[in-house]
């Protein structure tokens, strides 16, 4: 009923920035919660970020205030705005939009993009 797709990811200096996208389809409405995942090498995929419907934020300590998460209504595209990049932030970002309705419940996860951040 949902699918998602992450686009943006690319190579980087420390210090700089960069814009991951996630594009949605299908049950749009039905999206309650969009959550950015990161996995660096090596180790266990843990949550980075969520936007809700309604707003509310939530930022990993290791983030907060160097990434800023969007949405555009619109196209149906959620942002993650990734400033002042450091080595560890080097990895795969997932999206995954949690999305129910009266009937059914579900996380779609996208594939994820590559983000590599040079020293």
């Known amino acids: 009923q949902v699918q998602v797709v992450e686009s943006g990811g690319g190579l980087v200096q420390a210090g700089g920035s960069l814009r991951l996208s996630c594009a949605a389809s299908?049950?749009?409405?039905?999206?309650?919660?969009m959550e950015w995942y990161h996995q660096a090498p090596g180790k266990e995929r843990g949550l980075l970020a969520t936007?809700?419907?309604?707003?509310?934020?939530y930022y990993a300590d290791a983030v907060k205030g160097r990434f800023t998460l969007s949405r555009d209504n619109a196209k149906a595209t959620w942002y993650l705005h990734m400033n002042n990049l450091k080595p560890e932030d080097t990895g795969v970002y997932y999206c995954a939009a949690d999305a129910f309705t009266p009937d059914w419940a579900l996380r779609a996860w996208g594939q994820g993009t590559q983000v590599t951040v040079s020293s």
């Open positions: 936007l809700s419907r309604g707003g509310s934020t």
């Open positions: 299908g049950s749009i409405a039905s999206i309650n919660v």
